[in-house]
């Protein structure tokens, strides 16, 4: 149990998550025993989460997850259905420009591609989505942080050189920032753990906070000096493309 926790509300998110991954419910017994929760707690627990309508009872003896719940996370569907409305946006830029493009946001101390458009290539640098890494790695870091206070870039700098291995991990996050602030991009010439070519620009909601990274992936030919400033009006413009997209619903009010 992680400190200056309340037991009781992890037990009842423990019930949630559960539930929210089986098919078809389960009874109290088999939550009580999947969880090690004391069925007196469990009860407790239900009942609350069924006044609430964040659960239901099927068949009978059966708890699944309610459509009250909808209510407390209608924020972010929303939000994940306008990343979801980007895809062609990253679709076109990897058409455009041969390379792998991905979309990135930021969890806490992490940063997580949700969205990737793949190189049309037969032979392309790629990434997964839905892998965690150290928010401030990379340019994807550099990206998610461009609005950030200068003490959190230093404190997730060292944090990132740390679980990395990267000492240079808070000067290359400053350096992006740096670089983003002049001209809206950075390029990270292979200066990660992969050793991969990597350009990204902030994604901004309609007040100016950062909200996603979109990331062109490539190697050293495909950045070639000569072709930096044609990659990066690509990628400026698919910014502006996804902030269009995700800014639509305050645009129409």
């Known amino acids: 149990m992680a400190e ?13 998550t559960r539930l929210g991954e089986s098919e ?8 009580a025993a999947a969880l090690d929760i004391a069925p007196s ?12 309508d964040w659960v239901c009872k099927i068949g009978g003896t059966r708890y699944d997850l309610s459509f009250g719940i909808l209510g407390a996370v209608r924020k972010l569907t929303d939000r994940n259905a306008r990343y979801e409305a980007m895809l062609p946006v990253l679709e076109e830029l990897a058409a455009q420009t041969g390379l792998c493009c991905k979309l990135s946001v930021r969890r806490g101390e992490f940063q997580l591609p949700i969205l990737r458009a793949e190189s049309p290539r037969p032979m392309a640098v790629s990434g997964r989505v839905g892998v965690r890494f150290p928010v401030a790695e990379g340019s994807v870091g550099a990206a ?5 206070p200068a003490a959190e870039v230093e404190r997730l700098g060292q944090s990132c050189a740390e679980s990395t291995g990267v000492a240079e991990a808070p000067e290359l996050v400053r350096d ?5 602030r ?16 990597a350009m990204s620009s902030p994604v901004l909601d309609a007040e100016g906070g950062v909200i996603a990274a979109l990331t062109l992936l490539g190697c050293d030919e495909d950045f070639r000096d000569d072709k930096l400033p044609e990659l990066a009006g690509k990628l400026l413009d698919g910014v502006k493309k996804c902030e269009r997209i995700y800014n639509k619903e305050q645009e129409l009010r």
Do not use: H, M
Not at 4 to 16: D, F, G, Q, S, Y
Not at 43 to 48: A, D, F, H, K, S
Not at 144 to 148: R, T
């Open 176 to 180: 992006g920032i740096a670089a983003i």
């Open 182 to 197: 002049r001209r809206g991009f950075c390029f990270n010439r292979g200066r990660n753990r992969w050793r991969v070519d």
């Open 41 to 52: 707690s469990c009860y407790r627990i239900l009942q609350t989460l069924l006044e609430a």
């Open 144 to 148: 998610l942080l461009a609005a950030a």
């Open 4 to 16: 200056n926790t309340i037991p009781a509300v992890e037990k009842a998110v423990a019930v949630l």
């Open 24 to 31: 078809g419910g389960l009874t109290q017994a088999e939550l």
